[in-house]
């Protein structure tokens, strides 16, 4: 007989979102992202599905708000000591957590808004872009305090790194190589990221 949720002790507020989450983050690591439903999250979670509903109203947000969370305990940046040396750590921590829950979050909401993208039925959103450029910015403050002399990046130039690595992820899977790393960094991030000098000294003369 199906376990009854209604026979539970009853929650709410983050114990009740706790639990859908880690439902959400179970099913994805276990079945993917395709058995990812409403009635899957209730059963699994043991809550009502309206409870869900009231708080995430596709699959797509639930993977994000799931994909969140493990990014926001797992990965913050490391401090290597060094502006390169924190983007590659940073980036090869980031690549691995792809392996599991967060990249089947990533790979089935890209697939699904794409999808509405085509058939015009619903708008685009990006999974984790501002966490990405979050994480920029604690790895550019270190740098500073070090000496470091690193650029004020804009919007666009802090999502460049995290932007290529998802994309890297999508057309190609994972695991990702370090040597796909180690161009993100050194072809991209670092050029972006770290003053040239003559940019130091402010433009030539005339």
Not at 102 to 126: F, K, M, N, Y
Not at 142 to 152: F, K
Not at 183 to 205: F, K, N, Q, W, Y
């Amino acid at each position: 007989m199906a376990d009854d949720f209604r026979r539970r002790p009853r929650r709410r507020g983050s114990a009740l979102e706790d639990a859908i989450l880690d439902a959400v983050v179970d099913i994805l690591q276990e079945c993917g992202y395709g058995e990812l439903t409403f009635e899957a999250v209730a059963q699994r979670a043991g809550a009502g599905k309206a409870s869900i509903y009231r708080r995430w109203t596709t699959r797509v947000e639930l993977a994000h708000a799931a994909a969140h969370r493990i990014l926001g305990v797992e990965a913050g940046p490391p401090d290597t000591g060094s502006l390169r040396g924190d983007l590659k750590a940073w980036i090869r921590l980031t690549a691995d957590l792809l392996t599991g829950p967060v990249g089947q979050a990533l790979r089935g909401a890209a697939t699904e808004v794409l999808g509405h993208i085509a058939s015009d039925t619903g708008r685009p959103t990006t999974l984790s872009r501002g966490w990405y450029a979050s994480q920029i910015d604690v790895i550019l403050e270190r740098a500073r305090q070090r000496g470091e002399d690193v650029v004020e990046p804009t919007d666009l130039v802090r999502s460049t790194p995290g932007t290529l690595l998802r994309f890297h992820f999508l057309a190609h899977g994972a695991p990702i190589s370090d040597a796909v790393i180690d161009s993100i960094v050194d072809e991209v991030a670092i050029p972006l990221l770290v003053r040239s000098p003559a940019c130091r000294h402010g433009p030539p003369t005339t």
